[in-house]
T-cell receptor, first 111, second 112 residues
Framework: GENVEQHPSTLSVQEGDSAVIKCTYS??????FPWYKQELGKGPQLIID?????GEKKDQRIAVTLNKTAKHFSLHITETQPEDSAVYFC??????????FGKGTTLSVSS | DTAVSQTPKYLVTQMGNDKSIKCEQN?????MYWYKQDSKKFLKIMFS???????INETVPNRFSPKSPDKAHLNLHINSLELGDSAVYFC???????????FGPGTRLTVL
């Protein structure tokens, strides 16, 4: 089955800096790679996703890149703000039927 | 409108009790899921239902039984609760191959 590794587990940045979170996956058949943001006491919220026919996708300050050959994908947040502080999860689909999650990255943005 | 809702938000109970968590989605998706998030924040899939039929059943004790009365609802029944069942349980809807998967707000279960 699919296995997803996520790094780093914690990330501290200054407001205005960029943050990058990286994930690798094991199953070359995976085609869907979403990123979720989880704030304290809430459920995971989708922030951006990418499918395997696309190498990069951007939505304002957030971008995701995908390298299918190397089986890794990354989340890039530019101009970070204190409200970006949360736990971020990457995921990959398993046979299109379920999501397998990385272990999460706790991002802290200090002002 | 809330896309995926769960009740209750908090559930505190004694070991050995039986409890249920309810989930409803108004997205019209055929597939719903239950995930467990442990104290280290690790999210792991437990079950998947497609149009009232069980699709995925990961290695979960048979004390856990999902029940889907219709495609908008997927409830989780837990019998003989144990301390190790304490966690946050999330319901989700939407199959990754075609849909965005949306999560509910979670139910924090504490077993004393």
């Amino acid at each position: 089955g699919e296995n997803v590794e996520q790094h780093p587990s914690t990330l501290s940045v200054q407001e205005g800096d960029s943050a990058v979170i990286k994930c690798t996956y094991s199953d070359s058949a995976s085609n869907y790679f979403p990123w979720y943001k989880q704030e304290l006491g809430k459920g995971p919220q989708l922030i951006i996703d990418i499918r395997s026919n696309v190498g990069e996708k951007k939505d304002q300050r957030i971008a995701v890149t995908l390298n299918k050959t190397a089986k890794h994908f990354s989340l890039h947040i530019t101009e970070t703000q204190p409200e970006d502080s949360a736990v971020y999860f990457c995921a990959a689909d398993q046979a299109g039927t379920a999501l397998i999650f990385g272990k999460g990255t706790t991002l802290s943005v200090s002002s | 409108d809330t896309a995926v809702s769960q009740t209750p938000k908090y559930l505190v109970t004694q070991m050995g009790n039986d409890k249920s968590i309810k989930c409803e989605q108004n997205l019209g998706h055929d597939t719903m899921y239950w995930y467990k998030q442990d104290s280290k924040k690790f999210l792991k899939i437990m079950f998947s239902y497609n149009n009232k039929e069980l699709i995925i059943n990961e290695t979960v004790p048979n004390r856990f039984s999902p029940k889907s009365p219709d495609k908008a609802h997927l409830n989780l029944h837990i019998n003989s609760l144990e301390l190790g069942d304490s966690a946050v349980y999330f319901c989700a809807a939407g199959v990754p191959s075609t849909d965005t998967q949306y999560f509910g707000p979670g139910t924090r279960l504490t077993v004393l």
